[in-house]
């Protein structure tokens, strides 16, 4: 794996675990990445949070199937936990969401090649057009403010150009990672 596609990795799974867990995920994630397997008490005495909250994050984190652990019994007989990324896990998360983004943009444009969203410049939104007001006249007026709503044609096309660009983008992603 090449430096740019692990800068791109550790940027989504840092994002990533921000967005399940905040600041501590950030955390937990972040001292991962700089040390390696860790245990919870390593990551506990590293990060400043409890242990408890620490395997609370971690099961959600390994839930999600980035991170792994393997297991090592110690001297008296306890057994450690060593928590680590999942390099593998990892890249089928970071697919996943991005198919699932890419399937909400692409119902967003079907959305809007159908003529089934108006845009006012007032409110800066989307409106369907059964929530929109029709006027005798035939303009379809905005629900909130009441200024005239534009067809959305042009954005369209402009967001199809896009998502053509993006699409390209992942083909050539997906090849390096």
Same mark, same amino acid.
Request: charged share 25%; aromatic share 10%.
């Given at each position: 794996?090449?430096?740019?596609? $692990?800068? %791109?990795?550790?940027?989504?799974?840092?994002? *990533?675990?921000?967005?399940?867990?905040?600041?501590?995920? %950030?955390? =937990?994630?972040?001292?991962? %990445?700089?040390?390696?397997?860790? +245990?919870?008490?390593?990551?506990? +005495?590293?990060?400043?949070?409890?242990?408890?909250?620490?395997?609370?994050?971690?099961?959600?984190? =390994?839930?999600?199937?980035?991170?792994?652990?393997?297991?090592? +019994?110690? +001297?008296?007989?306890?057994?450690?936990?060593?928590?680590?990324?999942?390099?593998?896990? %990892?890249?089928?998360?970071?697919?996943?969401?991005?198919?699932?983004?890419?399937?909400?943009?692409?119902?967003?444009?079907?959305?809007?090649?159908?003529?089934? *969203?108006?845009?006012?410049?007032?409110?800066?939104?989307?409106?369907?057009?059964?929530?929109?007001?029709?006027?005798?006249?035939?303009?379809? *007026?905005?629900?909130?403010?009441?200024?005239?709503?534009?067809?959305?044609?042009?954005?369209?096309?402009? *967001?199809?150009?896009?998502?053509?660009?993006?699409?390209?983008?992942? $083909?050539?992603?997906? $090849?390096?990672?």
């Amino acid at each position: 794996m090449n430096e740019k596609t $692990r800068k %791109l990795l550790a940027k989504f799974l840092l994002d *990533l675990a921000h967005q399940m867990a905040g600041n501590s995920g %950030l955390a =937990i994630i972040s001292a991962l %990445l700089s040390n390696g397997p860790m +245990r919870d008490e390593d990551l506990a +005495r590293v990060t400043g949070m409890n242990v408890l909250t620490i395997r609370g994050i971690v099961s959600q984190f =390994i839930s999600a199937g980035f991170v792994t652990y393997f297991e090592q +019994r110690a +001297r008296s007989n306890w057994v450690d936990y060593y928590f680590f990324i999942d390099q593998i896990g %990892l890249r089928a998360a970071m697919k996943e969401r991005f198919l699932k983004v890419l399937s909400l943009v692409q119902g967003f444009l079907q959305s809007i090649n159908a003529n089934e *969203l108006q845009w006012c410049d007032q409110c800066r939104l989307f409106y369907k057009l059964e929530e929109s007001v029709l006027t005798e006249g035939g303009d379809v *007026l905005c629900p909130v403010c009441g200024s005239q709503l534009k067809d959305t044609k042009d954005f369209a096309d402009q *967001l199809n150009n896009h998502l053509s660009d993006i699409i390209k983008k992942l $083909r050539e992603l997906w $090849r390096y990672i």
